[in-house]
């Protein structure tokens, strides 16, 4: 479908301009989609992170909790971490066949998009040779951070494409431009030797700077109608 519009555009100019506007969408696009999904992964691992620490934390007092049913020690400090950590939402402890015992959230915790990030909690007691599963931890980490990162990276990267695309096609115009100036002075140049009525003493002009492959197109004519001049002369 590109190749087909591509080939129905008419004139050099306006190709070299879609070719320049395509490949900078493409280019765009291609960072765009891996900018954004390395910033959702750098949240993801920084909220497993969270939860990693928050679990070396209340792992010992879980434990202590799950094997007395003392919760007084629990209590304050799940609600101690949760204050002082925006980025948790909800705290809960149950027991191997998942039923809640303790349930320490942030206020609104429901309406809020999360994570959730379980461990399982072994008894420790010595005498015991195989650990024995006796409860669960289960960590909520929200999950809005993700969400508020993956928007700003959608901007920026917007922001940036448009900026990066403007530059492109103002670029890609200013050496057209450049480019057709000096075809149109060929061009002009070779219109007064044709309309000029067979006069073969008519050149075109050629500047001290000119660009190699201008220079070699009028060269290539003046050479053609200086021997068109000497053939007619000989004859």
């Known amino acids: 479908m590109i190749m087909k519009f591509f080939q ?8 070299i301009i879609f070719m320049t506007f395509f490949s900078f969408i493409l280019i765009i696009t291609i960072y765009s989609t891996f900018y954004i999904r390395d910033t959702i992964n750098l949240v993801r691992e920084n909220n ?10 209340i792992l010992k007092e879980a434990e202590r909790f799950l094997l007395t049913r003392d919760s007084t020690d629990i209590f304050s400090l799940i609600r101690n971490i949760i204050s002082n950590e925006p980025s948790l939402i909800s705290i809960v402890v149950t027991d ?7 349930r320490i959230f942030r206020p609104g915790y429901e309406k809020k998009k999360k994570l959730n990030v379980f461990y399982p909690v072994f008894s420790s007691e010595e005498g015991i040779f195989e650990p024995t599963l006796i409860g669960k931890l289960n960590i909520y980490v929200s999950a809005e951070r993700e969400k508020e990162y993956q928007n700003k990276a959608f901007v920026l990267s917007f922001v940036l494409g448009t900026l990066v695309l403007t530059f492109g096609i103002a670029f890609s115009i200013f050496v057209t431009n450049i480019f057709f100036t000096r075809m149109k002075g060929i061009k002009k140049g070779l219109i007064e030797i044709a309309e000029g009525k067979a006069d073969l003493t008519k050149r075109i002009s050629l500047n001290e700077n000119e660009d190699i492959e201008f220079k070699e197109i009028a060269e290539s004519f003046n050479e053609f109608v200086e ?3 000497e053939r007619i002369k000989s004859t």
């Open 96 to 102: 191997p066949q998942d039923n809640e015992l303790i």
């Open 8 to 15: 129905s555009l008419r004139g050099i100019k306006k190709k």
């Open 227 to 229: 021997s068109l001049s």
């Open 48 to 57: 497993k992170k969270t939860s990693e620490i928050v679990r070396y934390v």
